[in-house]
T-cell receptor
């Protein structure tokens, strides 16, 4: 079985500051990991994904995440926050044979001008 | 071309009514899903279909009934709507073990 835990339901950063959103996973088999972003009143959009290739994954809008097996983590980072990054962020896990996606409880990112 | 489209986007209805939300995907994916997002933004899987066959049926009241006429469509029918059914319902699709693509959501308000 798989699961993800997102630490911190709300994160606030100043514009231009580092964004760090935490995700830890649990999986009995090699996981595929995803970050999704949800802007207000919209659906979920894929930011980036890890599917067993490079452990450092680059996504859209300057975001990246690093898969660390030893720490069972897949934290999302962005060097410099922009006002437009304010949104809800979800981490998710599945497997290469899976048809079930397990989502974290989400982290709401606020960017302070 | 919208990859996963669902209709209607907004739905306001009275308690006790029956309503349907339709979903279509043009990505050729084998698996389709329905998720419910509550007011706290928590995403809960409701159903999952693979090639028109139900493979996941989480603990959902039997007032909710999914129907998959073909692998590109997965509709959600809700009987006897209750206030607690108010939420955003997302349709999604994916190939096995790969990215899940979401529709834009259907905002259901029961009054």
């Amino acid at each position: 079985a798989q699961s993800v835990t997102q630490l911190g339901s709300h994160v606030s950063v100043s514009e231009g500051a580092l964004v760090l959103l935490r995700c830890n996973y649990s999986s009995s088999v090699p996981p595929y990991l995803f970050w999704y972003v949800q802007y207000p009143n919209q659906g979920l959009q894929l930011l980036l994904k890890y599917t067993s290739a490079a452990t450092l994954v680059k996504g859209i809008n300057g975001f990246e995440a690093e898969f660390k097996k030893s720490e069972t983590s897949f934290h999302l980072t962005k060097p410099s926050a922009h006002m437009s990054d304010a949104a809800e962020y979800f981490c998710a896990v599945t497997t290469n044979t899976g048809n079930q996606f397990y989502f974290g409880t989400g982290t709401s990112l606020t960017v302070i001008p | 071309d919208t990859a996963v489209s669902q209709t209607p986007k907004y739905l306001v209805t009275q308690m006790g009514n029956d309503k349907s939300i339709k979903c279509e995907q043009n990505l050729g994916h084998d698996t389709m899903y329905w998720y419910k997002q509550d007011s706290k933004k928590f995403l809960k899987i409701m159903f999952s279909y693979n090639n028109k066959e139900l493979i996941i049926n989480e603990t959902v009241p039997n007032r909710f009934s999914p129907k998959s006429p073909d692998k590109a469509h997965l509709n959600l029918h809700i009987n006897s709507l209750e206030l607690g059914d108010s939420a955003v319902y997302f349709c999604a699709s994916s190939p096995i073990g790969n990215t899940i693509y979401f529709g834009e959501g259907s905002w259901l308000t029961v009054v």
